[in-house]
């Protein structure tokens, strides 16, 4: 199995909504954000996570999934001399990875 470092998290999502986020990918074994050490519910105005996180699916499939649809993406929005359907690929593919009008950025 594999396990994912995800970046650019926005910082109002909460460990839940990213955890809600990634299982329409597949079934989770973890998804948990970097916490902050020292805050929480102390200071309001500050975020709870560095805005990273770190994502295990129970089958290495998805992991994958979501890693090809990510390398996809980045394709399309390079090629140059897009047409109408790499355009509609191209929202499609962004709508799956964008957490709150945020582009995660995924690795292995």
Do not use: W
Not at 51 to 67: A, H, I, M, S
Request: hydrophobic residues 35%.
């Amino acid at each position: 199995m594999i396990t994912l470092f995800v970046r650019n998290i926005p910082f109002d999502i909460n460990e839940s909504q990213f955890q809600d986020f990634f299982s329409k990918f597949g079934e989770l074994q973890y998804a948990l954000l970097c916490k902050v050490k020292g805050l929480g519910d102390m200071d309001k105005d500050q975020p709870t996570h560095k805005g990273t996180g770190f994502v295990k699916f129970k089958t290495e499939e998805c992991g994958r999934e979501v890693l090809r649809i990510q390398e996809e993406m980045l394709k399309l929005r390079i090629k140059k001399n897009k047409n109408k359907n790499d355009l509609a690929q191209l929202q499609v593919m962004q709508d799956q990875l964008q957490l709150n009008g945020r582009d995660m950025i995924i690795l292995e």
